[in-house]
């Protein structure tokens, strides 16, 4: 027992001389700078209250939360598929209208206002363009369907009732009917018409797709601060520290800024607040018949017929637009954020490849004279079309305008002076030497001959979405 005892002391004590000396002969070592343990990341907060239903943009949701059973918590949180959120989004694409009747249903007074449309409609008078216009619609829900802020409301998506080709059994006329709700285009401008701009809502554009060459030198009212746009973008391109991603960006952005500079110098356009025109997508530019800038347009609501042309081009999944001059005279409550017709019950009638070219600066009498042509090309409505009147002032035209003289019978100077201030004459609402229905009496249309009505419209906002 005592040897035992005697050996375990001899080890312990030989190990300790052994440590000793291996410290001694160790080299000295610098303290290590300690590595900064990597801090976990994480996705970013979402602060404030979020309503996700909202997102949706007024598709009906249903929700539910199906639970699974699964390993340890360890190992699920590396499962991709252990925490799915599906998105399924179902939509009804609707069919379209093709009979009178059906057209009635939404347009009670169609049938009355043009006698001839039945007579018009072909055994299936239904456009590719209506099947074309839902496609794009539903490629545009498909692409976009992670992007929940992306996707088109219940209002838009369902925007069409129907698109038809419709064609005169006598005359031979051909025309284009859809009917959809009512958008509002407060876009263009033309500083030879109206020097001073009409304001610059959301998403507004100085310019649309009917337009012809400047007649003046005035420069257009919204061309300095596109150049200052222009400026800004050019100088933080030049700058050392700009990112290369941010720089390809701005390439894009310069090109185009730098190719809508040009455009306002060179161009004139149409005016949303002063000019009747409407907006078509972008796809009927590209049918059988195509649609072009400048064809000749009626508008249809209720029991009044609006002379117009197609003044802009939209995107291909958007139908029923018009401009804030035709807006205001549907409904006076119209702003370029509040939309005259929510329902689908505007019927667009549209007469390919009747545009006139070149194009000019808008003559109303023209239009109204032309429209009541391509009408009777379809037999003939039973109301007069509405008259719209000149409310720029001066006169579009350049001529100066020359002082009335009293003539030498004591009589009053001739009345076509100014075209422009046909406000302050009893001029007829019609051009038509007939009694107006009812409905097209408006108080909002009243003008005020000392002043231009477009100042009291400018408009500071864009059309609702």
């Known amino acids: 027992m005592i040897v035992i005892f005697g050996a375990l002391f001899a080890a312990i004590v030989y190990r300790w001389i052994s440590l000793e000396r291996l410290q001694r002969m160790a080299p000295t070592e610098l303290p290590a700078t300690p590595t900064p343990e990597p801090t976990p990341t994480r996705p970013p907060l979402i602060t404030g209250k979020l309503d996700t239903g909202k997102l949706f943009n007024g598709i009906t ?22 925490y799915v959120l599906d998105l399924r989004l179902q939509a009804r694409v609707p069919s379209p209208n093709k009979t009178i ?30 099947a074309q216009l839902y496609d794009s619609k539903v490629r545009m829900l498909r692409e976009n369907l992670a992007r929940l802020d992306l996707l088109p409301s219940r209002h838009n998506f369902f925007d069409c009732q129907t698109v038809l ?23 263009g401008s033309d500083s030879d018409r109206m020097p001073a701009g009409t304001g610059a809502p959301a998403n507004f554009k100085p310019s649309t797709s009917y337009r012809w060459p400047k007649k003046t030198s005035a420069p257009n009212p ?70 072009k800038p400048g064809d000749y347009a009626l508008v249809v609501f209720g029991d009044s ?56 600066p808008p003559d109303l009498e023209k239009l109204q004279a032309r429209c009541e042509a391509l009408v009777k090309d379809i037999g003939g409505a039973s109301v007069p079309l509405h008259h719209w009147e000149n409310i720029i002032l001066p006169s579009p035209t350049p001529s100066p305008t020359p002082t009335p003289l009293p003539s ?5 100077s001739p009345l076509p002076i100014t075209p422009g201030a046909t406000s302050a004459l009893p001029s007829p609402t019609f051009a038509f030497p007939v009694t107006s229905p009812v409905p097209t009496a408006q108080p909002s249309r009243t003008h005020v001959p000392t002043s231009p009505p477009v100042a009291a419209r400018s408009p500071s906002k864009k059309r609702k979405p």
Do not use: C
């Open 165 to 187: 080709q419709i064609q005169h059994p006598q005359t031979h006329r051909k025309a284009l009917l859809f009917q959809a709700d009512m958008d509002v285009d407060a876009d």
């Open 101 to 130: 009747e059906e057209l009635a249903k939404v347009s009670p007074s169609l049938p009355k206002l043009l006698p001839d449309l039945a007579s018009m409609l072909p055994a299936d008078p239904v456009s590719p363009l209506y």
């Open 61 to 82: 949701l249903h929700a539910t939360v199906e639970t699974l059973p699964g390993a340890d918590a360890t190992t699920e949180r590396t499962q991709l598929d252990s």
């Open 305 to 360: 017929i609006y002379p117009a042309i197609v003044g802009d081009v939209g995107p291909n999944d958007k139908a029923g637009e018009a401009s804030l001059r035709i807006a205001k005279q549907i409904n006076a409550l119209s702003t370029p954020y509040n939309r005259p017709v929510s329902d689908l019950k505007v019927t667009y009638i549209i007469f390919p490849g009747t545009a006139d070219k070149p194009f000019s």
């Open 408 to 412: 030498p019978s004591g009589t009053a």
């Open 222 to 291: 919204y061309l300095a601060a596109t150049e200052e746009k222009l400026k800004r973008a050019e100088d933080e391109y030049g700058l050392a520290t700009t990112a290369p991603t941010r720089k390809r960006d701005l390439r894009n952005t310069i090109a185009e800024l730098r190719a809508e500079v040009g455009t306002l110098k060179k161009y004139s356009f149409l005016i949303g607040a002063t000019d009747p025109f409407i907006v078509v997508p972008g796809a009927f530019t590209h049918s059988a018949d195509p649609v």
